[in-house]
């Protein structure tokens, strides 16, 4: 049967993930939690959309140095604690302004780039405007890691870094989900139905293609992943939805009337047709 696997979310915008019991779609239709603080261009005014999040915020496609750093934050006290190569571990309150502070000072001396801590409202800092949860399915997560000779599927999960992971379903199930007449899926919440549309499926930049502890690139990964990505394409997807092969896992919409309510792990998923509710 499917259902919710894992849930995961990114505290930190391009920094290490944290899995969840549970998570709130909020109401702009995001994961709570979910990339609420990001490393920006200390130069850039406020941003407000998607495309311009993607060029000023700071990630690991800006430095592959990110990947040398275990990352976590405490939801409670939304201290993040870093731990670099060298093992000197520090922390740092998110919550106020010194503490992004300080966090944007030694962020910036390690990858040798000024960034400055922020914290934004939902929907923080998504890339998609209008996006909600990444989802993808573990058979998805164990395919691609078969592609590669020095790929765990733990791996491909932190390299591919979706929100929620589907269990009980086949591989590249989630591409079934995008398209103008494709099906949507529903997760049955303890507090409501929550209703999951496909917006796209994900094009992928640099980051899948790094170790995601040493940052070192895979050698010709971009080449192997289209190869094998074309040849397993799904029957059931629409591939006139896809804009080339270079893409894997579903960026999802959850309109408004199933917002505020809440995921978990074990929560079944059933599969609705367009029209259905």
């Not at 549970?22 to 495309?51: F, H, K, N, Q, V």
């Not at 001396?109 to 998609?128: I, K, N, S, T």
Request: net charge negative; charged share 30%.
């Amino acid at each position: 049967m499917a259902h919710i696997a894992r849930l995961r979310r990114y505290p930190v915008k391009g920094l290490d993930g944290m899995g969840v019991a549970s998570a709130r779609i909020t109401d702009a239709g995001t994961l709570a939690g979910d990339r609420e603080y990001a490393m920006c261009d200390p130069a850039a005014g406020p941003i407000e959309t998607g495309e311009a999040m993607q060029t000023l915020a700071y990630n690991g496609k800006q430095s592959d140095r990110i990947h040398a750093l275990d990352t976590a934050v405490d939801p409670e006290t939304e201290t993040l604690t870093v731990t670099p190569p060298d093992g000197d571990q520090r922390g740092f309150d998110l919550s106020t302004d010194e503490g992004r502070a300080a966090a944007s000072e030694w962020f910036g001396a390690f990858v040798d780039d000024p960034v400055d801590f922020r914290r934004r409202e939902p929907p923080a800092f998504v890339d998609r405007p209008g996006a909600g949860p990444s989802v993808i399915s573990t058979a998805t997560l164990e395919a691609v890691a078969s592609w590669f000779d020095d790929m765990t599927v733990a791996g491909a999960r932190r390299r591919l870094r979706a929100n929620v992971e589907v269990g009980g379903v086949p591989a590249f199930w989630e591409d079934r989900f995008v398209g103008p007449d494709a099906p949507a899926f529903v997760v049955d919440g303890a507090d409501g139905a929550v209703r999951f549309e496909g917006a796209e499926s994900c094009a992928r930049c640099v980051v899948p293609s790094r170790d995601p502890e040493t940052g070192d690139p895979l050698p010709d990964f971009r080449e192997r992943f289209v190869e094998r990505r074309e040849a397993t394409f799904p029957e059931w997807a629409d591939p006139d939805a896809f804009p080339h092969y270079y893409t894997i896992m579903l960026i999802s919409r959850v309109p408004a009337e199933s917002r505020a309510r809440t995921v978990a792990v074990d929560d079944t998923i059933r599969v609705v047709e367009p029209g259905d509710r």
